[in-house]
């Protein structure tokens, strides 16, 4: 997919570059589609493992709680940056940045849920949205860079950004 628009790809260039023969692939898989689903699939299960890390031995998570190493995020985006590259940069996967968004609001809500009383005047909705894609815009702009920063000053900017207040006079 970095060479070849997706629709132009065929099992023969999938199982060639895979080094697979046909049957193998069709053991698994009937369509390169399918092949996709999982491969996004499987993105997304590491996108929940890394979003939770920080959250595993903590009821309530504060600011002050979080550290660079403790946020494994961008340490994902990291580990499938050719995957990242390719869907932020390409139309091949149509609809998938707004998957991650929503997986990411999905997070933030249940957790807001669970700690009812923290937001007052807030809608938990829009809230949700406002974080997820905040930190979706944060890998777009660490994608479009080419990955130039580590991910754990990734995760510093974030935790900066988030203890950041601004105060209107």
Request: aromatic share 14%; glycine share 4%.
């Amino acid at each position: 997919m970095e060479n070849k628009d997706f629709n132009k790809i065929t099992i023969t260039d999938i199982v060639n570059i895979s080094n697979l023969n046909r049957g193998t692939f069709y053991k698994h898989y009937q369509t390169k589609e399918e092949l996709l689903g999982d491969l996004i699939e499987e993105v997304l299960e590491d996108l929940i493992r890394s979003y939770r890390e920080p959250y595993l031995q903590k009821d309530i998570l504060g600011i002050s709680d979080l550290s660079s190493s403790s946020i494994k995020i961008f340490e994902h985006v990291f580990l499938y940056a050719k995957f990242y590259k390719i869907t932020i940069h390409s139309n091949v996967l149509p609809g998938f940045q707004n998957k991650i968004c929503q997986v990411l609001k999905n997070f933030v809500l249940q957790d807001l849920t669970t700690k009812s009383g923290l937001l007052k005047n807030i809608n938990p909705e829009i809230f949700s949205s406002y974080i997820a894609y905040a930190i979706f815009g944060l890998i777009v702009e660490w994608v479009n860079g080419n990955f130039s920063y580590t991910p754990a000053y990734m995760s510093e900017q974030l935790i900066g950004i988030l203890s950041y207040t601004t105060f209107i006079t």
